[in-house]
Every structure is written in C-alpha cells, then in structure tokens.
C-alpha cells in the first residue's frame, strides 16, 4: 500500500555538499508500528495494514528524523518553527507521546536526533546559523546538553555503538572527508577513516549490532558512483564489501548483523531501489522496483521487513512521496 503527500519540503538551513537521504523511518521496538517521513508530515502507520495511526509533530510544519525510543513511550522529532520563548524560527528538538501528545521541547537549534540503545541519552546535530554542525549529547529530558564531536567541520551523519557509550560521524578537514568515533565525553575523539588519503568521500557511518565493525560509504568526488565498506574501529583496517560501480547508499545491518540493506541504482536505471544482502557482500538481492527513488532503508526488529522512503521527483500531488514497508518473505 502507497501512502504518500503532496506537500513540498523546505530547504534545509545547512545544505549538504554530497546526496544524503536522511529521514530513516524508526520503528516500535515490538515491531508492530513504523514512524518515518512523509512528505512534510511524520507519521505512525501500522505494520499489517499500513494504515496512518498518528501524526506526531505541530501541523503544517516540517517534521524531520522521527526516532521510537528503546521502551516504545516516546517517540523524537525536529521541526522547524517559532519555539516557546525564541521569537525567531529555528530547528528544535521534541519528543512527544505514540499519538503525538504531550510534545515536550527538548534543544533548539537542533535537528536529527537519535536516542542511544539504552534510551538514556539523545544525540543530536547542532545547526546553529552559519556555524559548522556539531554533534551534541543530552539527556532526555534536555539537560546537561554539551558537544561530543571535535575532528574536522561540520559533523553530520552519525550513529550509536550497541553499548551506547560511543559515536560514529562523518565529517572533513582540509578536503579529506573521513569517519571519527567519539565517546560520550568527548574525551576521546579519533579518526578510524580518511578517504584514503582524500582520494575519496567517507560517509554516513553504520555500527554493527556486535560493535565490532562500521559500515560506510566511500564516494567517487567526481562522479555520482560510491562503494560500501567496513572498518573496525580499534584496529582501523578497512575492508570492501562493494565495489564502487553505482550509487550505493544509505546502508544498514540486519538486527543480527548477518544481511545489509541499501538503496542502489545497481540495475542500470536512473532510480534507487532497495537490494538486501549477505554481510560480506554475497548474494545481492533486489527487493523494491517501484515509481521514483526507494531510499533510507530500515530493518524490523525481528529483520523480517523492511520501511523505507520514496521520492519521485517526476510526479505531482500524492504520488511524490511515499513511506513504504515491505515483507521480505514475499519476495
């Protein structure tokens, strides 16, 4: 079933110089609901009949990177609006009840926020004017807020070691776009990754669920081409697990670290579809060949479904976007 909106994004405050598809949808932790983007809106639908249960976040306005949080009580947001005491418009950060109730602010001037796996700690993008995005950490209520990140400018993508004492980010310094990892005192901030040397773009880090290795993508900074490879953290050695041939992105592991999924132009077409495979990169298998870009993957807790977006640039009204969950078993 499609479910999708009409309604057009705005831009975002700090545009990014490479393709990314943030948005990934987040789902209950019982596996029977999926928050995820559409269109303008966040939206809570259901697993068996995909039907729209709640709409989290004010009307009319953007609301961006919806994440469930590890106890399924609440779910967190950011939007872009006139926030309670700034008279200014600004990304903030909220979480509010399932059914969008209770919407508590949470940080302004910040966006694209995740909690870690225990549900105890929130991290989060500051995007603040023209200074470059730090990653910030929080409590859940919004106190003890303080930056983490430290290497290079501009930390963006980033995510959560399994023990949830660590963070991996993308971010570049004097044109070598690299994957740092920090810990949650911003003590001990280290580059594992540089883009060999700068010869290409590191991004959008993943960690595996037995925290012994990062999943990213290495990007072509000519041509609109990138391949997808691990590195463990300790001992920084690489390893290839796609060749840089098509557009390889938004990657991510299955809940027990056997499969990946990812959104690719692999068959020859102009649009990304969704492919799953083994975690050494065997067995690739198409999942998705719908209208438009099917991106931002994610798993089910039981990894047997897979949410995901879609874009079609082409198309007007409720077919431009779409926020999709597809059985694996059917395919």
Known sequence: ??????????????????????GRPSWSPDGTKVVGELGRSSVVIDRQDKSILSTVGPEGKWVHSPDWSPDGSRILYSTYAKHKDYPVSSWGIYSSNPDGSDPKLLAVDGWE????????????????????????LMDTDGENEKPISGGGLAHRDFSWSPGGHQVAYDTFEVDVYQIRVTDITGKKDRKITDGDSGIWVDRNPEWSPDGKSILFERHDKIFPVNGLYTVDPQTRTEKEIMQPDARNLDATWSPDGSKIAFASNRDGGPDLDIFVMNADGTGIKQVTDMVGNEHAPSWSPDGKALAFNRLDHFSEGDDRYGLHIVELKDQ
Do not use: C, V
């Open 1 to 22: 079933m499609n479910i999708s909106t009409k309604i057009q994004r705005p831009a975002a405050p700090s545009p990014r110089s490479w393709e990314n598809t943030d």
């Open 113 to 136: 926020a995740e909690y870690n796996p225990q549900g105890d700690k929130i991290a989060f993008q500051l995007t603040k004017g023209h200074t470059p995005d730090t990653i910030m």
